[in-house]
């Protein structure tokens, strides 16, 4: 029997924030689909909630309230992600503010399988064919970006999405994952860098990112040793949850839904434009982002990881963030072990090559269908050197 040779291909990276409620919704719309498998990650979506002041006080005050949500992984052809962002937009109402955050990534996937081309996903059919109600489809926005913060201090995580809140960027989602790598060379210098990493996921309108980046850096005090690390990768389309504030409303409209109506009557976010004086760089002022860096993604066996993290850093890479998700199959009974290990590590574009080729040495995609490597570009990131 021929060993399949596994090959980059080209394909969109589909992510999926959603309240655990409607997790149902998104994995029965995955079977209907043909998406054989995907990875769930555990997380909390962070949002202000307003409430009247205590004893009749006039005036209101807001205090962050967390909520369970499943953030679902997957991949598919790119010419497919466009019907299948509006697919699940519908399955999961997400085109009303407070349901979640999708988007499509494109990325290189080296993997065992191909990406099987989804069926028809027209509000008239699925993809075997049998009629379906119709809904509401909204075109998914194109002027997105992903910032990625991952932050070493305890407790640091609620920090920065409350900042974020405050900015009016996007609902943050905050995962936890174990580090490697960096910690272990600040201990030579008596810096003590927990492994426990709250990272902070948050889509934002590209136009706006990087005075986002420099902003949260300044609130975070990122340019200190073992803070932590943000960068920005970028989106095909998406749509962003923008319902930041819970609580009592008073008008027939909430401002999210206004922002979301603009979103659509324009189709893009260029209007929301709030920071453009930042955007310049300012050597003295602003700190210099590092340019010409890679992220790759790895899905692996759980406890695999930590072999593959000193793999690559042996080949250059500085670090790595390893979080626990689990494999699910829409479309058929569970056919192996569904515990899997997610690990993101940013290398420069010196070494890319050379990490990828490491990585796929090692052999840990096997035949699996779950287990695949990712790689896309990081136009800007920042950490402390």
């Not at 990325?107 to 509401?136: F, K, L, N």
């Not at 990881?305 to 699910?328: C, D, F, M, Q």
Request: proline share 5%; glycine share 8%; aromatic share 4%.
């Amino acid at each position: 029997m021929n060993k399949r040779v596994i090959k980059p291909r080209e394909v969109s990276r589909i992510t999926c924030q959603v309240n655990h409620r409607l997790s149902r919704a998104i994995t029965d719309q995955l079977g209907r689909l043909g998406v054989a498998t995907a990875l769930v990650e555990s997380g909390r979506s962070v949002r202000l909630h307003r409430r009247s002041r205590r004893f009749g006080l006039p005036g209101t005050w807001d205090t962050p309230e967390d909520s369970p949500v499943d953030i679902f992984r997957f991949t598919v052809d790119r010419s497919d992600s466009e019907a299948v962002l509006r697919a699940l937009i519908d399955a999961g109402e997400l085109y009303a503010p407070g349901r979640g955050t999708i988007l499509a990534q494109d990325v290189t996937e080296y993997s065992y399988e191909d990406v099987p081309r989804i069926g028809d996903t027209t509000a008239d059919g699925d993809r075997t064919g049998r009629e379906q109600p119709r809904r509401y489809s909204r075109s998914p926005l194109h002027d997105l970006a992903v910032l990625t913060c991952i932050l070493s201090m305890p407790g640091s995580g609620e920090v920065l999405a409350r900042e974020a809140l405050e900015l009016g960027t996007c609902v943050p989602v905050v995962t936890l994952g174990i580090g490697t790598g960096l910690r272990d060379l600040l201990g030579l210098l008596r810096v003590t860098i927990p492994p426990e990493k709250d990272v902070v996921h948050l889509v934002v309108p590209v136009h706006d990112t990087k005075s986002i980046i420099r902003m949260l850096i300044e609130h975070m005090s990122l340019n200190r040793p073992g803070r932590g690390i943000i960068y920005q990768t970028p989106a095909r389309s998406g749509m962003i949850d923008t319902r930041l504030r819970i609580g009592r409303q008073e008008h027939a409209a909430s401002i999210e839904q206004i922002i979301t109506a603009i979103d659509e009557l324009k189709n893009d976010t260029t209007w929301r434009t709030r920071f453009p004086s930042l955007d310049q760089e300012n050597i003295g002022v602003s700190p210099p982002l590092l340019r010409n860096n890679y992220e790759i993604t790895l899905v692996s066996d759980e406890g695999k990881a930590g072999e593959l993290v000193s793999r690559a850093l042996e080949a250059g890479a500085g670090g790595a963030t390893t979080a626990r998700v689990r494999r699910i199959t829409p479309m058929a009974a569970d056919d192996g072990i569904a515990a899997r290990e997610y690990t993101t590590i940013v290398v420069s574009g010196a070494v890319r090559e050379s990490a990828v080729e490491t990585l796929l040495a090692t052999g840990f995609i096997g035949e699996d269908r779950a287990n695949r490597l990712h790689l896309q570009p990081v136009p800007a990131a920042f950490t402390h050197t």
